[in-house]
């Protein structure tokens, strides 16, 4: 249970960050079978698909290097089913990730990684 409210948390944190920045929240916590999606944002006129990672400290690579390419292909299959029940979007779409790591300032990768091809 201590996880999955550190977990809620960062995504908060992650949100606020974003927004700050000027995206817009879609969706949190979009699950299918394939996977989960923790936010789902419009960056103007791009669908951005948010995966928040979050990390105690660097020991194990720290929080981006957490986004191992098995991840990336969940992530990828989630969006997919996404984009099968809620249509396809008009614009370009990307895969952002935000690292959080010990309490200091979200760490901002977009376009983090292009989807695989399956």
């Not at 396809?88 to 779409?93: A, F, H, I, R």
Request: charged letters at 25%.
């Amino acid at each position: 249970m201590k996880t999955q409210r550190q977990g809620r948390r960062a995504e908060q944190e992650a949100l606020a960050f974003l927004q700050a920045r000027g995206l817009h929240l879609i969706e949190s916590n979009y699950r299918c079978r394939a996977g989960e999606i923790d936010l789902v944002m419009a960056d103007g006129e791009t669908l951005v698909f948010v995966e928040v990672r979050m990390r105690i400290n660097r020991r194990f690579g720290g929080a981006a290097a957490s986004v191992t390419p098995a991840k990336q292909r969940r992530l990828c299959a989630a969006a997919r089913h996404y984009l099968l029940i809620r249509g396809e979007p008009e614009g370009p779409m990307r895969f952002d990730v935000v690292a959080l790591e010990g309490g200091s300032t979200p760490h901002w990768i977009p376009n983090a990684f292009d989807a695989p091809v399956d």
